[in-house]
């Protein structure tokens, strides 16, 4: 048959029986070493080991054999916890953390506020003034920070005590600051104090209609003219009830709305109108004027 190379009975020549064993010992080889990994993983578990990460030379010791994927399944415990050694510096010591699917540590598992800030690092100029609130542990404070550079600033606030405790041992930002607090935190800034606002779930603590409106209304007073918000949340729905509330108040004028959908998150974002004034420089936040 022509094209087509027939099965002969001759005998095999050297060089083909060496390529023939060489196949038959790579094809062996892959199930051995699958194999070899998981009875290796198995006895660690059975003996109780547990794994050390090491990010930046930052140490985080699994206090718990479980798997983080099978931790934050649907059907685990939605917790892992872990006991974090920070680099040697004043101030820093250890401490235990428990990462949620809401409390996201950076160095461990990829957090949505920084797939959101990726899309808009245009706005985060150097000089620029952004505030940032429901930061989280810091990881996308980290990408804020170095986008505005030495001459901007970046103030980072969350409720939760635990988030912001890593956050100012995990990272040393001459140019940030973490504060423990929220909504109420604002209430001594001037209007128009920041060019670029984030908010991570901002209606989450308000009980009633009159404090999300509140708390819509003092993050728009807040922003510039010709600024940016960024409202995020892990619930779509409160993304867009957040929308509506800045319409119903007179928060109109968007020149642009668009929508983010990252590990489950909603990101919505807008310009509020006027011109954005132009930052000759950054102040310190203590400073009267900032």
Known sequence: MSGVDK???????????QEQRKQRVHREKKPR????????????????????????????HERSTISLRRALAETGPGVKEYRVRFRAGAGRE???IRLT??????????????????????????????????????????????????????????????????????????????ELGWIE??????????????????LRSASDDPARSFAI??????????GVLVVMSSKPAKAVEAIGRMESLGCVG???????HAMGWLAAWGRKPGKKPERAMHKERDDPSW
């Not at 099965?7 to 029986?17: I, K, N, Q, V, Y």
């Not at 209304?217 to 010709?226: D, F, M, Q, T, Y």
Request: hydrophobic share 40%; net charge positive; charged share 25%.
């Open 101 to 178: 699917r809401s409390r996201i540590y950076g160095d461990l598992l990829t957090d949505p506020r920084t797939r959101v800030y990726t899309r808009l690092l245009g706005e985060f100029r150097p000089g620029s003034r952004v505030l940032e609130l429901g930061c989280g542990t810091g990881s996308g404070s980290v990408m804020l920070s170095g986008a505005v550079g030495p001459s901007g600033g970046v103030v980072a606030i969350n409720r939760d005590g635990e988030s912001i405790r890593f956050a100012r041992q995990r990272y040393d930002l001459a140019n940030t600051g973490f």
């Open 33 to 60: 070493a699958g194999q070899a990994r998981g009875w290796w993983q198995a006895l660690r578990h059975a003996l109780g080991a547990r794994d050390v990460i090491v990010v930046g030379g930052v140490r985080y």
């Open 94 to 96: 250890s401490m235990k």
């Open 185 to 202: 935190t604002l209430a001594g800034e001037i209007d128009g104090a920041f060019d670029v606002v984030c908010a991570v779930d901002p």
């Open 217 to 226: 209304a003092e993050l728009w007073r807040v922003l510039a003219p010709g």
């Open 7 to 17: 099965p002969t009975d001759r005998p095999l020549s050297w060089g083909e029986r």
């Open 254 to 260: 968007f020149e642009r709305i668009e929508l983010e």
